[in-house]
């Protein structure tokens, strides 16, 4: 059974193009006692960001310029099923990442 204690360690991304969003839900998690919470306002970071840190949540703007939540999502889909190259094809986010695992 999973208990307070290893959900409150859990590691977190918060994605957002918009700061004060970053900066309210980081008061948010840490003020009801999460600990490893991260942030980025870059969408197209996402993907090389959770190869690096292996997250157990990841809050997802969906509406973002450039690159939305959907895409990113995709992106994350695409690298457990698709080579690298032909996420680069298509123009993932993950394009670049390390091979499947």
Do not use: W
């Not at 600990?35 to 809050?59: A, F, M, Q, W």
């Amino acid at each position: 059974m999973i208990s307070s204690s290893d959900i409150l360690h859990g590691n977190v991304l918060i994605v957002d193009d918009q700061k004060a969003n970053i900066v309210l839900l980081e008061r948010m998690l840490r003020g009801a006692g999460y600990v490893s919470v991260t942030s980025t306002t870059e969408p197209g970071e996402v993907c090389e960001l959770h190869r690096e840190n292996r997250y157990d949540l990841i809050l997802l703007d969906l509406r973002m310029p450039g690159m939305d939540g959907f895409q990113v999502m995709e992106g994350l889909k695409d690298r457990t099923r698709t080579s690298p190259a032909a996420r680069r094809r298509r123009g993932c986010c993950c394009a670049d990442s390390a091979t499947t695992p």
